[in-house]
Structures are given as C-alpha cells and as structure tokens.
C-alpha cells in the first residue's frame, strides 16, 4: 500500500503542473501585448469592451483600436462591422461583441478583413430549467447558477455576483442576449416580490453584457400566487394581475425581456382548463407586456395520451391558431416534432405557421444525448435542423429562413436553447458540452455558420497552447495536425455516433424509465400511458419494425409540405436516417446498402459502438497537447461513454432480436451482456448522477 | 410489457425442443444397436460393464462382442486389451474400463484396432474439498454431492446414491479410481463414527465402478476428536489412536484407500507442531494404515511469512526430508511452486525427491482461472507442467516419468485433481468446465495424450448430434467443419488466453482478496502478511517489475537442476513466459519481439482480450450446433467472461501504468474503466458466485 500511495502523490504533483479546471471555458486568459484604445463613448458595457481589449490583445505591441458608435443602415441590430483598426456598431453591446470577434479571430490566427456582421435571430436566448431549490431539470453539471435551497436561498452573495457576471461574459462573448432564469415548469413563488428581488440582482449583474433577463410563468399564478378564484385569461381580474404583476417586474428591471410559457403540457395549467385557446392566453400576457417592449414565448410542447401520434399533436393544436396570435407572442417549437431525440425531422410547424411569429427551441443540456457522460457534439444536429428545407416557400424555405424573418414578416425573432449550466467548476460537467453552449451561441448569432467552423474556434480556444507556447505550436502545424484535426473529427462524428449506438434509422425514444439516459426498449410500467412507453415509438413485432406515419398510418407525413410528404411517405424515397421515423417496415426490408433492415440496424449499432472506441483512441494520442486535470476528466468519461455505447448496442439489438429471432451478422463484435441483466438496471441509470 | 412476456414464451416452446441440462456429461444417451456379449465371469462391475454395452452399442447391429478376464503380462494394473471383437484384462475393473474405450470409439468414430492400454498412474485421483457443512472451498458448482447441513445431513437418501452411482459412473468412464470425499482443510468430525457411515454407503455406492474412497484428515484429530492431551506422531497413545481409527474404517470400508493430509500449512496443524517433522508425521499414519494396504498422501503445500521467497519454501522444507518416508507415502506436489497459478513454471520438487514417491497435484476447479464463469480448457496446463523436462535423471526427465515409477522406483505412483464438481445439473457449473474433468481422468490413465485429442474426444461426446443424425452430420464433414474445428480450436486456445488477460509473461498472483477471480494487483490491506498480497510477487516499481530469483534474488533458480538453473538465471535464455516469474526487469527491457518490456505486456493483455471477442464469436456460429439449453448458457458466461477479461487488462495496465508513467501503445483498445473504480470492486468479485 506504501509503494501504492507514494505513486500517486509523484504522478499528482508531476501531472498537476498545467491541470485546468476548465471554468474559464473558451476565454482562457493567455497574458496580452499593450494596446491603444481610442473609444467614441463611455458607459459600463463599453468599459468591459475596452478591459477584454486590454487584457486580451494578441495583436501587435503598441498597436491602436478605435471603438466607434456611429449609425449605419447595413449594420443591424447589435451587429457590428470589424476592420484592423477597430470595431463600429450602431449600439454599446455592437462595440461589445465586435470586440470579443476581434479578439477570437487573434485568438484562432484567422485574419481580420473589413465586414459587417449581422445577428440572424434578434433575441437568442438560454432557457434555464432552473427551480427554486436549486435543482436543475435535466441538468447535469450541478446545481443552480440562479437559486438554491436554505435560510439563505435569496440572500445575494458577493460570489453570486461574481458568477453571474462571469455567466454574463461567457454569454456576451459568443452573442447570447437573454435567459430565462428558471424552469418552464414553472413554480408560481418565482412571481412573487422576494423572488423578483434576486431576478433584480441577477438582471442588473448581467445588464452590462447585454444579456436580458425573462422568467418562465405559470399559468395558474393568479390563482396560486394571487389567490383569485380563477386564472382564466379572459377574465378582468386576471387580466389585471397579469398587468399589475408586469408593472411591478418593470419597476425593477426596466429592461426586462418577458414571459416563457409552458402551457396545457405535461400537466401544466393553461388556457385550455378555462375553455380557452392557447392564442387567448398567450394574448391576454402578450397585452401587459406589451407597453414595456416585452414579449411572450409560447411553447408548442403539447400532446395527450388519446392521440394515435403524439409526432401529430403539436401542428394539429397549433396551425389552427395561425393568425390569431399578438404580434410580441413567439410561438417555442422544439426543433423535431416529439422532443429533442438523437435525431429527428423538422416539426412540421416551421413554415407553416405564415402569420405567426414563431422561434426554434434546442436543446443544449444532453437531455437524450449522453447528458453530460457522453461527447457529443450538437451542432452538426441543429445545423441539419436550421438547414433542413421545409419548402413552405418553395425550395431553399429552410428552418432557419422560416424562423428569422427573412421569409414571413415577424416582429420579433428569436431562438432558443435550454441550458446545459451548473455550479460544476467547468460550467457543463463535461469539457466538451462547453463547445455545446458555445455552439449555439454561434448559431444564433450567424445560423449560416458550419459545425466544423464553430468546432474549429471552439477547439482553439479552449485548447490551444498559451501564449508563450501559441507562435511555435501553432506555427509549426504539430498542433494542428496532432491535435485539432483529430480532436475536430471526433466532435464532428460524435453525434452520428450517438444516434448510431442508440437509435438509428429513425428510432426514437427507445430510453428507459424517466431518466433518458440508458436503453430501454422494453420499458412498459404497469398503467403507463402509452405514449411514455418505448413499445409505442418502436412498435417492434415479429414482422417488423418502425412507427407507421405514412397515408396508410396516423399520416403526420400530409402535415409537411410536398414534395416532402410524398418523400417521406414512400419508404424508397424517405431518408434512411428518417425510415423507420415515418415506416413500420419488414425486418427483412431490403435497405440501400443491400442489407436486410435488420442486419443494417445490427451494423449501425455496430459501428457507434466503434466509433467511440476510436474516440478513445484519438483523445488518449492528443495526452501531450493537453493539460492533465482536462485529459484525465475527459478520459474517464471517455470510457464510461464507451461502456455506456456497448450497452446500448447490446440491450438494442437484444431486445429486438426477441422479435424477430434472427442472429447478429456474425461478422460484427457480439453482445457482452446480458439481455436479463441489462433490463434491471433502470435504477441504477437514474442514480448514475 | 405484454408483448414482451408473449415473445419470451413463445421463444422457451421453440427453443427448448432439444435443450440438454449438460447432467449426462460425456455419456449421454444416443439409442443403441442390440449386440451379443459373452463374459467371462459375474459380478456388480461386470454386470456395469454388460450394461453399457447394451445400452451404448454403436457398432454392426447383432455383433458379437467377448468380455474375457485373462492374465497377461503385457497388461498392467487395471488395463486393457482392445480388439474389434471384445475386451481382455486382468481385473473386472480392466474390463469395464475396456468396455468404456471401446463405446467412446464407437461415438468418436475412431477405429478399433488391436491394443493394450494400460495406466500411466497407479492412482488415479479426485480431491474434493468439501466441508462437512456441503460447502465446498472453492467449488462454483453448486454445494458438494457428498456431504450437507441440516437435521437430516447424515441420512442417506436414494437420490444420494443415486447421485454417487451417477458420479461413480463418470469417473470409472475416464479411469478415476479414487476420490478424497472431504477438503484438505479437514474438520475432525469427519472421523467420527456418525460420519464414517455416510462415508460407508458413498463407498458402497462407488465400489462397483472401482472408484476407492479416501479422507482428508486432520493432524490433530487424536486430541480434537479422541480427547488426547496430544496429537504428537511420537505419543504412543496418538499411534494407538489412529491405529485404531484406522481399523474402525477398514472394518467400514474393507477397500479403502487412505489419508490425505495438509499439514502445517497455512495454519493447519502438523507434526511441527510438536517438533517432529514432516516425516515422523506421515510415517506412524502410514503404519497404521500399511496392513490395510492403505497410503498416505502428504502435501508439500507449505510455506510460511517469514521466507523471503514462497516459491523456494517446499523444497526447502521437503528436500532434507527424501528417503526419510515409508513406502506407502507419496508426497503430493501441486504443479507449481505456488499455488494453482495460470502459469507457473512445475514445482522443483519433481525429480529431486529420488528417494519418495511423489504425485503430482493439479487443480480442475478454477481456483485461478476463472472460476466457473470463464471457459478455460486446462488440459494444455497439464501437459505442459506433466512434459516439463526436469533433466533430473538427463535429458527426458519430464514430470510425468519422474512421478510415474518410470525413473524413480515408487512403490505406488498417483495423480491427483482437485474437483470442480457440484450439485449443480451440469456438475462443474460452466458446460465446458467438464472438459477439464474429462481431460484429468484421461491425463491420469495416458499422460501422453495431447490435450488436443483429449478435446476432440470430449467434444464429440459431448456435442455431438445424437443417433439419427450422427452419420449424416458427422459424415458429411459439416459438422467437423463449422462445430468441432473451430470449438476445438477455441478450447485449445483458452488457456494462454487467460494467462494473457490475467497475467502474462510470468506474472502470478496478483488476484483481488481472497477469492481469486479478479484482478487486485493492488490488494495489500494493512497488516496482510506480505506473501498474502500481489505486491510481493509483482514488485512492480518505477524501474521494472518481477520477482527477481536469479541467483542475485532468492535464487529460487538453483532448486532446478542445470541446464534449467542457469537458463532460468539469465533473462536472455529465460523463457519468456517465466520472464518475471524469475527476474524484476526494467519497463524498458527489450523483448524478442523488439518490443519493451511494458509494451509487450500491454499487448498480451489486449490480446488475451481479443481472444475472448474471437471465442465469443465462436461460440455464437455455433448456434445451430448446439441444443439451445447449452447455447444459451454457455453464450451468457462468454459475455462475462469478456467483460471480465476486459476489466483483468484495465486494471493491470492502469496500475502498472501508475508506476512506469509509460503510455499504453495507441494502436491498442483503450482501457474502458477507471482504475479507481476498479480497485472499488474488489467486493462485488468477492460476491459473483
């Protein structure tokens, strides 16, 4: 035991020499060279500008910027437009965020040309499912930035306020504006004046970053939290708390940005329990909001247990409504039709709705993708969504185009990401779901952006040597060609992985019990409503496999525009990634490759199972560019993601193989557990955080 | 949930049709054709020897077949003469051993052909270590055959004999005659009158198929049970009592075969115990049992903390004793100088006692070696220890002639294994743990058998298609092809695959706790004696690791004789596979393979990995081979077997990786788990059976 111990304090001391904790994320402080900064203006966001500047120059010694506010039309917004010499922007927070490109592009050694820069979505916003204890739904990196439990659960320390500006930064530097302070489903205590006190703080720690404060809502808060008899949107004295409550939130944040709904979902109270549509009370908030220039985000998240698709129920709900929605309500969609699985179409809402304003809602937080175990990367997800062609205005109508107002006119534009942040020391839990919050900064900002781009930066900046180190290291192409390139590649692949080692071919939530963490295909409790069971999504049998969505089936395909509806409705021309998405197919169904559908499944399966061993490989070859504290964490997630992967792929095929009793192709690696014992484990995936 | 319990079912119905519970071992029921027997005599043992030709008779349908008891020089002991037309021997048991040959002929279709087989050892013997509570120390097979707790644990009932018949039956199949029916950690009680009569009817159920019946005893047994002041060999009241007690038995059980004895070892009492040595203690039990024609089987299995090298310490003790014990002693050896370890290089002792007899003890139940979850065929151990030249009499000095009479005159010669037999309906627990029983019993008769043929055998007898299908599947080249072949060649190879996974390159003992299934290189709780604790036989350190027994360490070498001793002493002569057996050599070390030291040993543990995916594979092609029962069974313990190969090679590389700071070669599989989770575990392995 001696010998053992000693061991480890020699590695420790060795190794810990670089360690990193990540909690600096992407703005790694590298020491700066001197620089001039001649500024048009004076006020806190532009003092944070001219401090980044200052503690962040890796231009030339001595060199000079010029910061300029000066109007111009082909500037939007908070855009900005960027030269050698300095930045100009229309606004304070244009400055702010022309500055951190600057110093990003230094920071990546790309050059600096003259360009304009334009956000493609007007609020991009995080959404935190934050609750009053502090708890965090479907958070895996610790508890609340926001709130705790305690005596002093709404005492505002001066570490709070330093974390919140901390977030603040992080968010301003990659162009987020907003945040919703706590979860959508919402306690009615948030409303209440002790609460708003601490929003106030938080608002006001954030306010110099351009970040904006919003609160998620509940419905019945007139009834729970102002003791009305009703919270019926119609009704007069609903109506008047609603604007009494409003006035009261402006008094003390006048900037604030408004209301996040999650309304009749998932046992959420909402217009519907008084008779009333969801255009009624989005528009009854939407009026009290409105004389303070703020808004109503209104998600579409809603199905019930008697529908035959719930993939159905959000555009049958909703497309009704077009038309009769305030012009500052934004209707929430999530970006596929069910809910944030590996892969799924577009919800058939993007597009459609032409007179409603209507925003994207992604999901940062790895819900269904790994948590915060796995690596993977999301962009290359919401870049396949915001791409994705909804033909609503003939070809090239993409989702993003449909969102930002460039195809149907919206007052507002917005988009969406539920947050994947908490107390741990590196924000995310995982080193690389950083480049995740990070991702969708970018997007928001330039949806035109490409995953491998924002891949590119993130991994520069998070990883690349210090400053002392940045000139030979980079220059020399060591780093690029042992390093990023790889590293890039496996963040690159790493999605496909996961949809490879989990649901393939358009099988989705297959997960078990409520966690969505591991595979449970079999998952089926006792009095479950149907639609929260696996068996209702995969609907394997004897003969075959797959949701039935065509003409023949519950027809979601006629709620997508043609020529999408007649693709997706045949299953020689529906995309294999989307088959058994849209079709109940034969396991005997002859694929492109010229396998069987089963074989095809066996060998997707397969190869995400080996694609994560490869990550291993290429995380464990890049040890000497990285600190130790960094590869270590990221190691050992590596190996639980892999363990992880084989247990999808084993309980999947196992499961499946019941029915169709068809062997493995024997040319691929074999289950190594067991199908008995991989269905008692539910449990221990609900405990693995 | 519905749909699923409706598959299982209907899957049992389907699948069960052939299913086999492995109970009928090597002898399963296949029809017969009628055939004529004429014998020279009657008896219980001819009656079996009648029976199983009836009831097994492959050959020509009404043939003729002639048992005969006839003395003849060329035979020997219980042998055989074979011919097409019947059997000759010298004993009953000769002939029913014949009769044996002469069915597995048949079901192997192998020729006939005239021959005499006669038995390499003289005893022929199964050590079981059970307990008088129906534990059995390492046993994982289920609680023991012969003894068990509770009220009625004396009774004798049907199914007992039954059991015992059955049992008696499969060791008189493969030429074991004799069995050690309690554990050499022997409780006194197992003397006692109450329980000599249990070991009566055992005895009376085994006679008729030539299986002798002997116990362990316990050294102090005249003073634990007799209620002696003493149990000093030298008391003449202790020489009294086991006089006596010996009597008592033989009155029992006129055939009984003797004593086996642990003493003085690993806190067992002993004849040290009173000053006496090894041969004072062996030699008054050996008089008293000498006009029974009984034996005394004595282990040389000591050692104790204070020797700087366990490995040195039977011989040390053992040697200055040869020509001291009476002639119907025989020192019983284990293989190697350790303990049971997947490699060791054969114990010094064989060849150097020229003056006593000595057997050799192997070990069936896999202590070391996976337990009964890990398809390990050990027959390739055996041959290599029993091959092992020892050049104690020149070149040809192997350890089968130097314990078989052959070099050294013995006045009885002996083999024993220790037994992985339980209650479980398959016996040994794995299906193919009965290799291993099969595998001693014909090692024991033939020490020249190859563990090739001795594989080959088993597994048609084992797996082959019965009757009706025998010809045309056998014939046909099929089943040769895609069953035998490869599931041969998977046995074959088991062995160094467990060496590589567990511990290659002369690695040993570096098991977790005390249940040595897992991996603990680590294990060293404060306070464990040191020999107690892999550290001690690993060395692992900054510099090197091995346990150096050149002539500069313990010099463990010069108890061989040369050329070995020198061979052994020199790392570039020294076979690799003893390399850290016998020196502590730098990581650095140069192998043959060009490779270093610490590179070669991580490709040994991925390949013993590998090898276990590859058996996996094996096994899974085999599928329509296989009655689903047995598939199914065996299929489940290949996959823990993998993922436990998988954890024995995280857990050594991750801990040897903490000393030598050297990376694991990158074109390897990574480590999937955490060293720190591995050394968690050591409980869980503890618990797995």
């Given at each position: 035991?001696?010998i053992i111990?000693?061991?480890?304090?020699?590695?420790?001391?060795?190794?810990?020499?670089?360690?990193?904790?990540g909690?600096?994320?992407?703005?790694r402080h590298r020491?700066?060279n001197?620089?001039?900064?001649v500024?048009?203006?004076?006020s806190?966001t532009?003092?944070?500008?001219?401090?980044?500047?200052?503690?962040?120059w890796?231009?030339?010694?001595?060199?000079?910027?010029?910061?300029?506010?000066?109007?111009d039309?082909s500037?939007?917004?908070?855009g900005?437009k960027?030269?050698?010499s300095?930045?100009?922007?229309?606004?304070?927070?244009g400055?702010?965020?022309?500055?951190?490109?600057?110093?990003?592009?230094?920071?990546?050694?790309?050059?600096i040309?003259?360009?304009?820069s334009?956000?493609s979505?007007?609020?991009?916003?995080?959404?935190?499912?934050?609750?009053?204890?502090?708890?965090?739904?479907?958070?895996?990196a610790?508890h609340?930035i926001?709130?705790?439990?305690?005596?002093?659960?709404?005492?505002?320390?001066e570490?709070?306020?330093?974390?919140?500006?901390?977030?603040?930064?992080?968010?301003?530097?990659?162009?987020?504006?907003?945040?919703?302070?706590?979860?959508?489903n919402?306690?009615?205590?948030?409303?209440?004046?002790?609460?708003?006190?601490?929003?106030?703080?938080?608002?006001?720690?954030?306010?110099?970053?351009?970040?904006k404060?919003?609160?998620?809502?509940?419905?019945?808060?007139?009834s729970?939290?102002?003791?009305?008899?009703?919270?019926?949107?119609?009704?007069?004295?609903?109506?008047?708390?609603?604007?009494?409550?409003?006035?009261?939130i402006?008094s003390?944040?006048?900037?604030?940005?408004g209301?996040?709904?999650?309304?009749?979902?998932?046992?959420?109270?909402?217009?519907?329990d008084?008779g009333?549509?969801?255009?009624?009370?989005a528009n009854?908030m939407?009026?009290?909001?409105?004389?303070?220039?703020?808004?109503?985000?209104?998600?579409?998240?809603?199905y019930?247990?008697?529908?035959?698709d719930r993939?159905?129920?959000a555009y049958?709900?909703?497309?009704?409504?077009d038309g009769?929605?305030?012009?500052?309500v934004?209707?929430?969609?999530?970006?596929?039709p069910?809910?944030?699985?590996?892969?799924?179409?577009?919800?058939?809402?993007?597009?459609?709705m032409?007179k409603?304003?209507?925003?994207?809602?992604?999901?940062?937080?790895?819900e269904?993708?790994g948590?915060?175990?796995?690596l993977?990367?999301?962009?290359?997800?919401?870049?396949?969504?915001?791409?994705?062609?909804?033909?609503?205005?003939?070809?090239?109508?993409?989702?993003?185009?449909?969102?930002?107002?460039?195809?149907?006119?919206?007052?507002?534009?917005?988009?969406?990401?539920?947050?994947?942040?908490?107390l741990?020391?590196?924000?995310?839990?995982h080193?690389?779901?950083?480049?995740?919050?990070?991702?969708?900064?970018?997007?928001?900002?330039?949806?035109?952006?490409?995953s491998?781009?924002?891949?590119?930066?993130?991994?520069?900046?998070?990883?690349?040597?210090?400053?002392?180190?940045?000139?030979?290291?980079?220059?020399s192409?060591?780093?690029?060609?042992?390093?990023?390139?790889p590293?890039?590649?496996?963040?690159?692949?790493?999605?496909?992985?996961?949809?490879?080692?989990m649901?393939?071919?358009?099988l989705?939530?297959?997960?078990?019990?409520t966690?969505h963490?591991?595979?449970?295909?079999?998952?089926?409790?006792k009095?479950?409503?149907?639609?929260?069971?696996?068996?209702?999504?995969?609907?394997a049998?004897a003969?075959?496999?797959?949701?039935?969505?065509?003409?023949?089936?519950?027809?979601?395909?006629?709620?997508?525009?043609?020529?999408?509806?007649?693709?997706?409705?045949?299953?020689a021309?529906?995309?294999?990634?989307?088959?058994?998405?849209?079709?109940?197919?034969p396991?005997t169904y002859r694929?492109?490759?010229g396998?069987?559908?089963?074989?095809?499944?066996?060998?997707?399966?397969e190869?995400?199972?080996?694609?994560?061993?490869?990550?291993?490989?290429?995380?464990?070859?890049?040890?000497p560019?990285?600190?130790?504290?960094?590869?270590?964490?990221?190691?050992?997630k590596?190996?639980r993601?892999?363990?992880?992967?084989?247990?999808?792929?084993?309980?999947c095929?196992?499961y499946?193989q019941?029915?169709?009793r068809?062997?493995?192709p024997?040319?691929?690696e074999?289950?190594?557990?067991?199908?008995?014992?991989?269905?008692?484990?539910?449990?221990?995936?609900?405990?693995?955080?």
């Amino acid at each position: 035991m001696r010998i053992i111990v000693g061991t480890f304090i020699v590695c420790f001391v060795a190794l810990s020499a670089k360690a990193e904790t990540g909690h600096e994320l992407w703005l790694r402080h590298r020491g700066a060279n001197p620089v001039k900064v001649v500024c048009s203006g004076e006020s806190a966001t532009l003092s944070l500008a001219l401090h980044e500047l200052r503690q962040g120059w890796q231009g030339e010694a001595g060199a000079s910027v010029a910061l300029e506010i000066r109007p111009d039309k082909s500037i939007k917004g908070d855009g900005y437009k960027l030269a050698a010499s300095g930045v100009q922007a229309n606004t304070e927070l244009g400055i702010l965020y022309g500055v951190y490109e600057l110093l990003r592009r230094q920071q990546t050694l790309r050059p600096i040309q003259d360009e304009i820069s334009n956000p493609s979505y007007e609020r991009r916003v995080l959404n935190h499912w934050d609750n009053p204890d502090g708890s965090v739904e479907r958070g895996y990196a610790g508890h609340s930035i926001f709130w705790r439990s305690g005596t002093d659960s709404l005492a505002v320390t001066e570490k709070d306020r330093a974390l919140w500006q901390e977030y603040g930064r992080a968010n301003a530097s990659i162009g987020i504006n907003g945040t919703v302070l706590n979860n959508v489903n919402a306690s009615p205590e948030t409303l209440s004046g002790e609460s708003l006190i601490r929003v106030k703080a938080i608002a006001d720690a954030l306010r110099p970053y351009g970040v904006k404060t919003y609160l998620s809502v509940k419905f019945s808060s007139p009834s729970l939290l102002g003791g009305l008899k009703t919270s019926d949107p119609l009704d007069a004295q609903v109506v008047q708390w609603w604007k009494a409550k409003v006035k009261e939130i402006y008094s003390l944040i006048p900037d604030f940005g408004g209301f996040l709904v999650k309304a009749n979902s998932e046992g959420q109270p909402g217009p519907q329990d008084y008779g009333r549509t969801h255009a009624q009370g989005a528009n009854m908030m939407a009026d009290a909001l409105k004389p303070f220039g703020g808004i109503v985000m209104w998600r579409a998240f809603v199905y019930s247990s008697e529908d035959k698709d719930r993939a159905r129920q959000a555009y049958s709900e909703f497309m009704p409504l077009d038309g009769q929605f305030r012009d500052n309500v934004i209707i929430q969609v999530k970006n596929g039709p069910i809910d944030f699985q590996p892969r799924e179409p577009f919800s058939p809402l993007f597009g459609a709705m032409k007179k409603t304003s209507v925003m994207p809602e992604l999901q940062i937080t790895q819900e269904y993708l790994g948590h915060s175990i796995q690596l993977v990367y999301l962009a290359p997800m919401w870049e396949e969504t915001l791409q994705s062609d909804t033909y609503q205005k003939g070809p090239g109508s993409t989702v993003a185009r449909s969102t930002d107002g460039t195809l149907f006119p919206q007052k507002y534009s917005a988009i969406a990401g539920v947050a994947n942040i908490g107390l741990d020391a590196n924000w995310c839990g995982h080193h690389f779901a950083q480049a995740n919050w990070y991702a969708f900064g970018r997007l928001a900002w330039n949806s035109g952006l490409t995953s491998d781009t924002i891949a590119d930066e993130w991994i520069r900046l998070t990883f690349s040597p210090n400053q002392k180190e940045t000139l030979n290291a980079l220059k020399s192409g060591d780093w690029t060609k042992n390093f990023l390139t790889p590293v890039k590649e496996m963040m690159l692949r790493s999605r496909e992985a996961a949809v490879n080692y989990m649901m393939p071919l358009g099988l989705h939530h297959i997960f078990a019990g409520t966690h969505h963490y591991g595979p449970g295909p079999w998952y089926a409790p006792k009095g479950m409503r149907p639609d929260w069971t696996p068996p209702y999504y995969h609907q394997a049998d004897a003969l075959g496999i797959g949701f039935d969505r065509t003409r023949a089936g519950s027809n979601a395909v006629d709620q997508y525009r043609e020529p999408l509806a007649s693709q997706f409705n045949d299953p020689a021309t529906c995309p294999e990634i989307y088959l058994l998405w849209f079709h109940h197919l034969p396991w005997t169904y002859r694929m492109k490759s010229g396998r069987t559908l089963w074989d095809e499944l066996c060998y997707r399966y397969e190869s995400g199972v080996l694609q994560v061993r490869q990550f291993q490989k290429i995380w464990d070859r890049a040890e000497p560019y990285v600190d130790a504290q960094r590869f270590a964490e990221v190691q050992s997630k590596l190996r639980r993601h892999y363990r992880d992967a084989q247990i999808w792929k084993d309980a999947c095929l196992l499961y499946f193989q019941q029915f169709n009793r068809l062997p493995i192709p024997y040319d691929i690696e074999r289950p190594v557990n067991d199908l008995e014992d991989l269905m008692k484990i539910d449990l221990k995936w609900s405990h693995h955080n």
